[in-house]
């Protein structure tokens, strides 16, 4: 059976991927920092499917190259690398967000997806044709907006790594694709808010975001698509979320 790894499979878009692979019946190394949440899943996917859990920050870029070196041989063979795990903090306005909520962004959506990333490509090159890594970007990392500031700028990072990573695979059969989604209900806004549900909810209340189901069956066809087709780019937006005007400042 083919094995995707999946990053941040503890929740949202990870977590909704874990099921859709395990449906097709694929191998899954599942990865997050909450060991009580993994353990939940290994305990529901593992009655169908091999599922290897491992508790990693991705930030920690000794913790992931151990990781994945001692990977048991029947889990090797990677087929698919979701880089899901990410987040947004500091809704604010830049002038008003603390320092350490840009680096903990960067730490974790830039650095810590280029760790992920540095240590499976080997076992992505091994497997060659067919194989795919699926980057998590988001429709912040092409579009500007208030409040987007660090968030952004790491989903743009996201975009352009995929594109010159697809350059550098060129010949090994590797895909390489940057899913970048709109609003989507997730946990996603309870961190970016520090844990305040009344505004999570407040942002998904009277419209349909996209849910963590949608995405993860876009993610699941890229990396079932026949081998010679790669996706660079897909932005996927709820059909009742569009961009809005330019903002004029007058006097
Ligand atoms: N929801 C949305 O509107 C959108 C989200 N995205 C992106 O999709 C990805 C998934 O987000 P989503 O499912 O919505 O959000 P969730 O908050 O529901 O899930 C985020 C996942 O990332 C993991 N994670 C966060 N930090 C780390 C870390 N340092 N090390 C390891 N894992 C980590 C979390 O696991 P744990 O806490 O257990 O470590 C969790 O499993 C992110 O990259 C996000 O930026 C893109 C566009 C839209
Ligand atoms: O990446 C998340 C989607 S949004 O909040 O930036 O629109």
């Not at 503890?10 to 874990?18: D, I, M, V």
């Not at 306005?93 to 810590?112: E, F, R």
């Not at 066809?221 to 026949?226: R, V």
Request: with cysteine; aromatic share 6%.
């Amino acid at each position: 059976m083919p094995i995707a790894m999946i990053t941040g499979a503890t929740s949202g878009f990870g977590r909704a991927s874990a099921r859709r692979f395990t449906a097709a019946g694929w191998s899954l190394i599942l990865t997050g920092r909450r060991t009580e949440r993994l353990e939940a899943l290994k305990q529901e996917l593992g009655k169908q499917v091999d599922v290897l859990i491992i508790t990693l920050d991705v930030r920690d870029a000794e913790a992931v190259t151990d990781a994945i070196a001692s990977l048991p041989s029947d889990f090797r063979p990677l087929k698919c690398l979701v880089n899901n795990a990410g987040l947004a903090l500091a809704p604010e306005p830049a002038q008003k967000v603390n320092l350490k909520d840009w680096h903990t962004m960067i730490d974790t959506n830039v650095t810590g997806l280029v760790n992920v990333t540095h240590a499976a490509l080997p076992l992505l090159i091994d497997t060659g044709v067919g194989a795919s890594i699926i980057n998590l970007g988001s429709v912040a990392g092409h579009w500007p907006y208030p409040g987007g500031h660090v968030y952004g700028a790491t989903k743009a990072f996201v975009e352009q790594f995929s594109y010159n990573l697809r350059c550098d695979l060129q010949g090994t059969g590797v895909r390489v694709t940057d899913v970048a989604p709109g609003l989507a209900e997730t946990e996603f806004t309870l961190v970016r808010t520090k844990g305040d549900q009344a505004a999570s909810d407040k942002l998904y209340r009277g419209t349909t975001p996209l849910q963590a189901e949608d995405i993860a069956e876009q993610i699941f066809y890229i990396a079932t698509l026949p081998d010679h087709i790669n996706i660079n780019r897909l932005e996927i937006m709820p059909t009742r979320q569009t961009w809005s005007a330019f903002n004029i400042d007058r006097d």
